[in-house]
């Protein structure tokens, strides 16, 4: 995300073949239950990942790869994937954590349909996660099509020819993306939104005229939207935080938002787990049990995170309420098209799990 200077401007994008409004499709199986009974969750951990950070391949951060990397490592990160701005950043791993390939597909435009609100800018980014650079270009050509819906969509096509998974950043960053970009994203192929992207600017509760992120996701599923819900850092700032906030300048700084993945420790695993949905997005938050299917719904939050405020949401609405360490929940006793579970610590941090689809 290039925030420190908007006069950074990338102008983007490759011709999109259509206008892709496309209507929104649900696969004939829940596969997130589906793969999560097959495979024992019980009999995998949850890894630590991060899926978009930045380092000075971005030209907006002026940490290193091989700095940032560690600094991930010194965290506790099982893997991170570097997404700097239409480039892929090569870095070997440290302490036996995963780097993974990845880029940011930064459109910042001059203009786009609908135009933006007074003090925004067209600032659209589609994350590009696990990808094979040979298979294509990572920059775009000036756009033929300003539509909105346009321009994020030949991001997600660019980001599936990449060999990829796409992944919409920030939508309520200048107000990017709305309900109906959202959905129509979901139905090109879109895999995942970022709920929680947690650089200062990002947005994400919403105002008086903009749902936050947590309730477009809610508004989509219930739309038919098949799209997976992230938290993420955004991180620019690493060792180099504290110097910067003493320039009075804003850090945008790691370790506040990321992905937990139940998988084994290599790339195609987590990859497989997160295209699934068996991961859960945290900004603090850690669980120790998240299982979810139609037969029952399992909680259980770790110790020093404990108690808290376990939800079950069923089609946008709080069904079941806990404060403790655990929830168990029948997912019958609240019939609907999906449910989802939310944890809210005693310090206001998050846990939140993908949708659970129960309904056609």
Known sequence: MIRPCFAMVVLAAAALGCDARVTPTRPAVNAIATVAAAASPSARRFLKGQLHAHTNGSGDSDTAPGEAAAWYADHGFDFVVFTDHNRVTEVGAPG???????VELTQNLRSCEPAPELGDACLLHVNALFVTPSLGPLAFDPPSNLARVALYGRAVDRAIALGGIAQLNHPNF?????????????????????????????????????????????????????????????????GDAAATRARGETAYTGDRGF????????????????????FYGSTGVELDRLDLSPEGVAVDVRASDAPATIEVIADGKVVATERGASLRFDPRRAPATYLRVRVIDAMGRKAFSQPLWLGP
């Open 96 to 102: 036996g954590m995963l780097v993974l390939r990845g």
């Open 259 to 278: 992905v937990l993945v139940r998988a084994e420790k290599t790339e195609a695993a987590i990859r497989a787990a997160i295209v699934v949905g068996d």
């Open 174 to 238: 200048q107000h990017g993306a709305d309900l109906e970009v959202l959905v129509v994203l979901a139905a090109r192929g879109l895999t995942l939104v970022e709920i929680e992207n947690k650089a200062v600017d990002s947005g994400n509760e919403g105002d008086a005229r903009h749902a936050s992120t947590e309730a477009l996701w809610d508004a989509a599923l219930l739309r038919g939207a098949h799209v997976l819900g992230t938290a993420t850092d955004d991180a620019h700032h690493y």
